[in-house]
């Protein structure tokens, strides 16, 4: 089956400093992908979509500055976390879709990030 | 608007025993269902889903879900729960394309007693 692989794990950070969370689809090729960012015991919120070779579409609120969106490729997204400070401590997950019908959204295992 | 109700915050089950899990949509399209499972500190796996056709729909781990368009609802079950079903629970849903986010529940948190 489709698989998105996410790395890092985990990953913690000192405060002002930058750090990139890599999504990868390895069998499929991934039109789009998602971002989401997950606070303890709630759901998930959509922080971006985008699309191979287009600029990531951010939702309201999410600061496109602040969190870098990068899909150059089909099977590549990256999201960079830019000087990062303990309030942006959080699970980011990612999702990948290949479209069209009969289409399934594949997540990644999430990162856990932890700005000190 | 698009959205997802999920009326229980937490369910506790005994194992072995049956499972319903609740869930109601909103949305002005033909709605695409999904449920997934979380454990603690992974990503999201995708349970089943629904497209079209057979309104009762088999996923893995024993799991299914019907959907019930006059009620606006897609309640995932399974006869009999064990100890490792024991997660949190998303229900979600989506439009006939994969490039427009999924619109997700709040979750709902199973826990398994002996």
């Known amino acids: 089956g489709a698989v998105v692989s996410q790395h890092p794990s985990w990953v913690i950070c000192k405060s002002g400093t930058s750090v990139k969370i890599e999504c990868r689809s390895l069998d499929f090729q991934a039109t789009t992908m998602f971002w989401y960012r997950q606070f303890p015991k709630q759901s998930l919120m959509l922080m971006a979509t985008?699309?191979?070779?287009?600029?990531?579409?951010?939702e309201q609120g999410v600061e496109k500055d602040k969190f870098l969106i990068n899909h150059a490729s089909l099977t590549l997204s990256t999201l960079t976390v830019t000087s990062a400070h303990p309030e942006d401590s959080s699970f980011y997950i990612c999702s990948a879709s290949s479209g069209g019908q009969g289409y399934g959204y594949t997540f990644g295992s999430g990162t856990r990030l932890t700005v000190v | 608007a698009q959205s997802v109700t999920q009326p229980d915050i937490h369910i506790t089950v005994s194992e072995g025993a049956s499972l319903e899990l609740r869930c109601n949509y909103s949305?002005?399209?033909?709605?695409?269902l999904f449920w997934y499972v979380q454990s603690p500190g992974q990503g999201l796996q995708l349970l089943l889903k629904y497209f079209s056709g057979d309104t009762l729909v088999q996923g893995i781990k024993g799991f299914e879900a019907e959907f019930k368009r006059s009620q606006s609802s897609f309640n995932l079950r399974k006869p009999s729960v064990h100890w490792s079903d024991a997660a949190e629970y998303f229900c979600a849903v989506g439009r006939n394309s994969g490039n427009t986010p999924l619109v997700f529940g709040k979750g709902t948190r199973l826990s398994v007693i002996a």
């Open positions: 985008s699309n191979e070779g287009s600029k990531a579409t951010y």
């Open positions: 949305y002005g399209a033909t709605p695409y």
